[in-house]
């Protein structure tokens, strides 16, 4: 970049305007919904193959009798019902059999006169003069005086095994209302009725743009500090299910003139959103081109919210033009909260319904004064109470929303959630998936593994990763079935075994090679072991580590090794640098933003590091002795027992036991 061009962005950026008008989310959605026309935009006819989803726009008569014509619902006779009267098998009826057999679709030529019958198929069109059907089964054949006879034997009621003509739709009758929303069930009805489509509301077309130099389509190579568009893919699947049709423009850099032209372009649809921008920082441009619109323009741009708070809502010819922002949990979110109801009334859908479940505050959350914040939480069942954790990872983390169940609204004026507080949860989807199987603690691939296969066994695990010490936490307060954890005890200096009581017990899992990891290149550590390593690193200028949170096993590792080795009363240079996991470690390591660190070897080889080993930990399952006996407790064992499932394990750079995976170990 020009150094003039730099100077004016740093210069722009250090300039950045506060959102002074920041309104709350009530307000916001009044604003915005009263500059528009909220009704379904029109309405088409659409093909049957095209209606799933779709919401019909008028109330569908029938303009034809389902069944058309009195049908038969079995295989037999049709007769006249009277003359079977006292039928029995010992003293059957006989009736001639009529000239012609009825199959469905067949036009019956002859009449059913007292003394006769005419076998008919079922979906058979009743002849005239028949009023019954005797089933083939209450029937046998013979011949009498050289003609073809059937012998009946059970007398049978008036309109036996017949559906009248009009008696499923009455020619007239309204079968369908205006604004369902067409399921296959519908679409069936349609077609019964004979109809090739049917007159639904217009789906709005929602043109779809990502700002951002950063931002790169899925598929492509993605460059050091850039990141996939996810906020295209996700909204344009969220248009779908609003009833919208969504319509991708493009992913445009932080180049006002592209920008200018591709919302031009996006202003041809119905609604247009863009990603990214909106705030009023030095690349973020979305803003300064949707403010030129004045009809009315923007109406809200700052929302009392959290996350969200620097959406942007405007309107122009009568169109919405919203900018969420960049970061996607926020954009998603904030596309549910104001867009979402704004499309579903112009596709003519009904507004969502979305329901609340009670759980409790397993932590204690704090929350920004002033903000309604909406904190999204993974909820969990074990032994009839619910629980809900918050995702912990913000609204610039993808998989806060993505994998989140629901949310919890913090007033505006509150500040703090204490621990074991009552809370209510809105659900994210239409109902709670609930999982009988409840993991809790630090992430492990192997792990991941062993629950992927557990789930291949129609068992529905579900798993939060919040570190080894809160894993503990949790399974100690009951909040989880099992709790992965890799924690050294420093008086003992064994792992896991010294932190069970008498409430708990713990189930072997396997090893990993918690290893100084550093650049393969760095030519500063070859031929070196894991402690020399760390000793050359701690002597060496210009070297600079990255840690580990506290709480995670690794850290208590890492601080150990510390104190054995490190001569200087200083911690080391980069011992502030705490990052969260095994693969963050290695991603800054890679990057050149630290040059050594403490993860286990299999990490190190997937980014291609080398490694140096340490100290083999244990990665072991805590678990509440009364739940061992639960059935996907026992799968899990015997999982783990398994020689196939602990070659696997290996095949993934983990050491297995054979004596001890799987088994029960008491304090
Ligand atoms: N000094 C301040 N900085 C920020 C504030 C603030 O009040 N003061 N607000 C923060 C909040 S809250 C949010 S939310 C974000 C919103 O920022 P923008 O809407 O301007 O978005 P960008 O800066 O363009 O991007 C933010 C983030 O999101 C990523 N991104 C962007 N587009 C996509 C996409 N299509 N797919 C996936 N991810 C995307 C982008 O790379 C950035 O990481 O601002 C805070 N800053
Ligand atoms: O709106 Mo931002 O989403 O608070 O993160």
């Known amino acids: 970049m020009a150094k003039s ?106 009449t059913v006169t007292p003394g006769t019958a005419t076998p008919i198929s079922t979906g058979g069109m009743v002849p005239r003069g028949a009023n019954a059907i005797v089933m083939i089964e209450e029937t046998d054949l013979c011949e009498q005086d050289g003609v073809e006879t059937v012998t009946i034997s059970r007398s049978v009621a008036p309109g036996n095994m017949i559906t009248y003509a009009g008696t499923d739709i009455a020619q007239g009758e309204t079968v369908l209302w205006g604004g369902t929303k067409l399921t296959s069930r519908e679409i069936g009805l349609l077609a019964s009725l ?111 919210l959290k996350p969200g708070k620097p959406i942007c809502m405007a309107v122009t010819q009568g169109k919405p033009v919203v900018i969420l922002p960049g970061f996607p949990t926020s954009a998603i979110f904030t596309f549910h909260e104001f867009v979402a109801p704004v499309i579903r009334k112009l596709a003519g859908q009904p507004a969502e319904s979305r329901k609340t479940v009670r759980a409790k505050s397993p932590i204690k959350v704090n929350s920004d004064r002033g903000r309604t914040e909406y904190l999204l939480v993974r909820l969990f069942e074990s032994d009839g109470k619910r629980h809900a954790y918050p995702m912990g990872k913000g609204s610039g983390s993808v998989t806060t929303f993505s994998l989140a169940d629901g949310f919890l609204t913090i007033p505006q004026h509150s500040e ?33 593994l062993l629950l992927g296969k557990l789930r291949l066994q129609d068992l529905k695990p579900s798993i939060m990763h919040v570190g080894s010490e809160a894993g503990l936490s949790a399974v100690q ?31 072997k899992g396997y090893r990993r090679m918690q290893s100084f ?31 580990r949170n506290p709480g995670s096993g690794t850290r208590i590792l890492t601080d150990q090794l510390l104190q054995q080795l490190n001569e200087s009363d ?42 140096f080993p340490l100290r083999e930990e244990h990665f072991d399952f805590i678990i509440r002795k009364e739940n061992l006996q639960q059935p996907q407790i026992v799968a899990f064992q015997e999982m783990l027992q398994q020689p196939e499932v602990q070659a696997e394990l290996e095949q993934i750079g983990f050491q297995v036991v054979p004596q001890e995976a799987g088994f029960l170990v008491n304090k």
């Open 194 to 304: 004979g109809q090739t489509d049917a007159p639904v509301f217009k789906s709005p077309r929602v043109a779809i743009i990502s700002t951002g130099d950063e931002v790169v389509a899925p598929g492509e190579t993605l460059p050091v500090g850039s990141i996939y568009d996810s906020n295209a893919a996700i909204l344009s699947a969220a248009v779908k299910e609003c009833g919208g049709t969504p319509v991708f423009v493009g992913r445009v850099q932080d180049e006002a003139d592209q920008l200018q032209k591709m919302i031009n372009t996006a202003l041809e649809q119905d609604v247009v959103l863009l990603s990214g921008g909106t705030s009023k920082g030095a690349g973020d441009i979305s803003y300064r081109i949707v403010q030129q619109f004045n009809d009315p323009g923007i109406v809200a741009h700052g929302v009392a």
């Open 570 to 611: 200083r911690p080391p240079h980069g011992y502030a640098m705490q990052v969260k996991s095994h693969n963050a470690v290695a991603a800054a390591i890679r990057q050149q933003r630290a040059d050594w660190g403490i993860a286990i070897d299999s990490v190190a080889n997937d980014y291609g590091l080398q490694s």
């Open 5 to 110: 061009k730099l100077s004016e962005n740093v210069r722009q950026a250090s300039r950045q305007e506060q959102f002074l008008n920041v309104i709350d989310r009530d307000e916001a959605t009044r604003r915005f919904q009263s500059s528009l026309t909220l009704k379904p935009l029109g309405v088409e006819n659409i093909q049957l193959d095209d209606l799933h989803g779709r919401v019909l726009a008028h109330n569908i008569q029938a303009k034809i009798d389902v069944p058309g014509f009195d049908r038969s619902n079995v295989d037999g006779f049709a007769v006249i019902a009277e003359e079977t009267a006292g039928a029995q098998e010992e003293t059957p009826c006989f009736l001639k059999i009529n000239n012609e057999s009825l199959l469905p679709g067949q036009r019956p030529n002859a």
């Open 517 to 547: 990891v550093c650049r393969s290149d760095d030519e500063r550590f070859s031929g070196l072991d894991g402690k020399s390593a760390i000793q050359v690193a701690l002597n060496a200028s210009d070297c600079s580590m990255v840690n």
């Open 477 to 507: 307060r009951g909040e989880c079935h099992l709790a992965g954890v890799h924690l050294l005890h420093p008086e003992t200096n064994i792992y896991n075994v010294p932190f069970l009581t008498e409430e708990l017990s713990l189930i």
């Open 416 to 448: 703090i959630i204490s621990a074991g507080t009552e809370v209510e949860v809105t659900l994210l989807d239409e109902e709670l998936q609930t999982s009988d199987l409840v993991v809790i603690g630090s992430h492990c691939v192997g792990l991941d």
